[in-house]
């Protein structure tokens, strides 16, 4: 992986350079010049509400988790209330249950995200078999949830012991037996549909002059694969693994309903969830909730750079 | 990065549509069989909890909880019934009402917030509109447990808790880059000519949003209101912490199911069934487009 990117990276590096040294060449109009820009205002102006709006929502909450975070609250004991404070993150690190919650955030996100990568593999599916595959995706999740607990891994009626009946095999009681992999099937199923599209996307945005000189000039399947359609494919690949470990990170649905938390279950989320809403110790919540968004950010990373070349070819 | 994003000429864009059909064409012609059968396969199992979570809503709640299953059991609306408060008494209309008002109103004040804001970030574009382009990717990105808690102690001071108009606002936050980045995605395509021609014109900001953005991209509103639609009616988290009794959604409603009641799978069933349809509605009506809302844009 290293030495593949390694060449693009160098170049990406040095047009950014190249661009710096042009930019620098101009004279930039002081802070003042542009404040005082009508012309400017008026560019911004429409954009404003929408920023202004996302600022309100957004960072000053996380902000405020952060300073919370540093803080011994906890609203069962009002008086106790002080700032300056390392423990809720010496918490978080020497808790096991946490440190067991941190461990499945990430064995979930991987499971889920490798297994819906793989699972496409047939990227032949047209028409309704492209619709069946997206069905999944449109049942809220609360409510495949529940389809899963209670009529899929129910021990005494669930549709998985039924066809166990069927085959003389064995009934086992699927959430408690197997905690963790009931929920990172169900999120599987879940979250397929979703890769599914994107790499579809990817797979019909291939140059098809490109491909169409390959058949002229003799390639054949395979090598059409290897050579074009794997290329670029590399980058929707990318894309679907990071926006779907975004979006696996902040599972909240499955665990609460399927098991609320028990049975070593508890992912980050989850857990920021019961500190906040059971335990009400808001200093430990933020702590939770700072790591969350720390995983959240080093995933991010990659992702703005995936984004942000499949941004400037378009 | 500032001066390679110029819009798209119309031109290139059908060319690369025409390019792209043929690529497909190429690609069924390689197809084999057995990729064809794999495909079906993997699409049935992937469509048939779905299936059976229809068909079993439609049983008696005696014949959805046998083992095996029966799946050739007589349908009965029996199991709606019991959902919709037959037995128990306890109506879902106030939650799926709540769900209603908090998806339909932030998906109003979203598109109303987006369309300005896509317009200042590529038709008359600010000097740094790429800068603002990502710090709205980069809040889709922060958690939403990132901010709960500040949020939770805000509403608990102010009395907001169990109030809906508090969460339509949250969800307005929530949904707002989504509708940003895609928003940006459908102006880009228009042409820059009828821009020229509108101020030329003497058409202000107002009039070109209402005379020329509006209708043009009608289409690409409707689909971006669709996915923040299914969004906003999917979210659990923040709809969990900050509403209860008065305010909760059609989601913390179905977290009365959690716990198994005796015989009542048909009746859970036919909770998901309906709790779900909206979003099956509007997922199929917005397909194309789904794609392009879950990845920000990034995939066209």
Redesign the interface.
């Known amino acids: 992986m290293a030495t593949t990117t390694a060449a693009p990276l160098d170049a990406r590096a040095e047009a950014k350079a190249a661009?710096k040294a042009a930019k620098k060449k101009e004279p930039k109009p002081s802070f003042s010049q542009?404040w005082l820009d009508r012309q400017?205002w008026?560019?911004?102006?429409?954009?404003l509400?929408?920023?202004v709006?996302?600022i309100i929502?957004?960072?000053?909450?996380?902000l405020?988790?952060l300073v919370?975070s540093f803080m011994n609250w906890n609203a069962n004991y009002p008086q106790d209330i002080a700032f300056g404070t390392l423990n809720n993150y010496v918490q978080v690190f020497t808790d096991a249950a946490l440190r067991s919650s941190v461990f499945f955030t990430i064995v979930l996100t991987v499971t889920v995200v490798i297994v819906s990568l793989l699972?496409n593999?047939?990227?032949?599916?047209?028409g309704?078999?492209?619709?069946?595959?997206?069905?999944?995706?449109?049942?809220?999740?609360?409510?495949?949830a529940?389809?899963?607990?209670?009529?899929?891994y129910?021990p005494?009626?669930?549709?998985l012991?039924?066809?166990l009946?069927?085959l003389g095999g064995p009934q086992p009681d699927w959430i408690t037996d197997f905690p963790r992999l009931a929920i990172e099937v169900q999120l599987i199923?879940y979250w397929?549909?979703?890769m599914t599209?994107?790499l579809?996307?990817?797979?019909?945005?291939?140059?098809?002059?490109v491909?169409?000189a390959a058949?002229v000039d003799g390639a054949n399947?395979w090598q059409?694969f290897t050579n074009i359609t794997m290329p670029h494919m590399r980058r929707?690949l990318e894309?679907g693994g990071l926006?779907g470990s975004?979006y696996v990170?902040?599972t909240?649905?499955s665990v609460?309903?399927m098991t609320?938390g028990s049975l070593g279950t508890a992912n980050?989320?989850y857990t920021?969830?019961e500190t906040?809403?059971s335990a009400q110790d808001?200093g430990l919540?933020?702590a939770?909730?700072?790591v969350?968004?720390i995983f959240?950010?080093a995933?991010?990373t990659f992702?703005?750079r995936?984004?942000?070349t499949?941004?400037?070819e378009? | 990065m500032t001066t390679a994003l110029a819009p798209t000429p119309t031109k290139t864009a059908q060319q690369r549509r025409r390019s792209s059909n043929r690529a497909r064409s190429l690609g069924s012609r390689s197809g084999n069989t057995i990729a064809g059968i794999a495909a079906w396969a993997i699409g049935i199992l992937f469509v048939f909890p779905v299936f059976y979570m229809i068909l079993t809503s439609l049983h008696s709640e005696v014949n959805a909880s046998t083992n095996p299953p029966s799946f050739f059991a007589p349908l009965t609306l029996q199991g709606y019934k019991e959902f919709f408060g037959a037995s128990s008494g306890a109506s879902p209309w106030p939650p799926l009402i709540n769900s209603a008002t908090a998806s339909i109103i932030s998906t109003i004040l979203v598109i109303v917030l987006a369309i300005p804001a896509a317009y200042a970030l590529s038709v008359k574009p600010i000097t740094k509109w790429t800068d603002a382009m990502f710090f709205f990717l980069s809040t889709k990105m922060l958690p939403a447990v990132a901010g709960l808690l500040p949020l939770y102690i805000f509403a608990k001071y102010l009395g907001l808790l169990d109030n809906i108009n508090y969460l339509l606002i949250l969800y307005t936050a929530m949904n707002l880059p989504i509708a940003v980045w895609m928003m940006r995605s459908f102006l880009a395509d228009i042409p820059v000519e009828l821009f020229e021609a509108a101020a030329v014109d003497g058409a202000g900001l107002i009039r070109t949003l209402r005379s020329i953005i509006v209708p043009i991209i009608s289409p690409g509103i409707a689909a971006t209101a669709l996915i923040c639609f299914i969004f906003a009616w999917n979210e659990l988290l923040l709809a969990n912490t900050l509403t209860s009794v008065i305010a909760g959604t059609a989601p913390v409603f179905l977290t009365s199911f959690v716990t198994s009641q005796g015989l009542f799978l048909a009746k859970v069933c036919a909770a998901a069934t309906v709790v779900s349809l909206p979003v099956i509605i509007a997922g199929f009506a917005a397909q194309d487009k789904l794609v392009q809302g879950l990845s920000l844009g990034a995939v066209k």
């Open positions: 661009k542009r400017g008026s560019r911004r102006i429409p954009l509400p929408a920023l709006f996302i929502l957004t960072q000053i909450p996380f405020a988790t919370i699972l593999r047939s990227f032949f599916g047209r309704i078999v492209r619709t069946f595959m997206i069905t999944p995706f449109l049942i809220v999740p609360v409510a495949a529940l389809l899963w607990k209670h009529a899929i129910n005494v009626y669930g549709l012991n039924g066809i009946t069927w199923w397929t549909p979703f599209l994107i579809l996307a990817g797979l019909q945005s291939r140059p098809g002059d491909l169409e058949n399947a059409t929707y894309l926006l975004i990170v902040q909240f649905d609460f309903v609320a980050l989320p920021v969830y906040l809403y808001y919540a933020s939770q909730g700072v969350v968004v959240s950010i995933i991010a992702l703005l995936t984004v942000s499949l941004f400037e378009s």
